[in-house]
């Protein structure tokens, strides 16, 4: 009895875990995906003559459907730390549940935003950037020609802390991700180099939200 009581216990999870995927990806697109949970995607058949879909619990689909899969969105959230000599570049890239955005690069000089070139979004990064040691920021910049962005820190600070905000798009998605990357870099020049930490989040599901009146 004690079983089935667990049984049935992971299985109230796993309908929890699909209703919700299910309510996010009706907000978002209006198509319902879920079950077969193969990691960051969710299996499905479609009828092959009205588009019907319904669960695959793992049996597959019928000869008179089509498998579809749709990947899950989610938010990300990852850091990069380390140290680096005079004239290195630490570069990382920076993933949202749904591909590449870009590709985070630091030096003892300065930091680069690489947008992901390959995808074809609805519009370009909007990068908002913000450091105490970059006299023109805040700048806001939007990578329509250009596909990066680079700041250079200035003044004798060891310590340069550094705010980023970036929202793009992944592939052909229609929705847009928004990144908030944390950091700083801090100058060790008896070592002839420098540490640097980000901390990187990525969102890809827009919350509900009221507009009044």
Not at 59 to 88: M, W, Y
Request: aromatic share 8%.
């Amino acid at each position: 009895m004690q079983y089935i009581r667990q049984l049935l216990g992971g299985q109230r999870w796993k309908l929890a875990l699909l209703a919700a995927g299910l309510a996010v990806l009706a907000l978002v697109g209006g198509i319902a995906y879920a079950s077969g949970d193969t990691g960051s995607v969710y299996n499905a058949c479609a009828k092959t003559d009205n588009g019907q879909l319904r669960l695959d619990t793992g049996g597959g689909c019928l000869p008179s459907e089509q498998a579809v899969q749709l990947a899950k969105p989610q938010d990300t959230v990852r850091h990069v730390s380390g140290f680096i000599f005079n004239g290195t570049t630490a570069s990382t890239p920076v993933r949202s549940a749904a591909g590449l955005l870009g590709t985070l690069s630091i030096t003892c000089s300065d930091l680069t935003w690489r947008t992901d070139t390959s995808d074809n979004g609805t519009f370009a990064d909007r990068v908002l950037f913000y450091s105490p040691q970059v006299p023109d920021s805040p700048l806001g910049v939007t990578l329509d020609s250009a596909d990066h962005v680079t700041v250079t820190w200035s003044g004798a600070s060891q310590v340069r802390w550094f705010q980023m905000q970036i929202e793009g798009t992944v592939g052909n998605q229609p929705v847009p991700t928004l990144t908030q990357i944390n950091g700083f870099v801090k100058g060790f020049p008896e070592f002839g180099g420098c540490s640097y930490y980000a901390y990187v989040e990525t969102s890809d599901i827009a919350s509900p939200q009221t507009l009044t009146p």
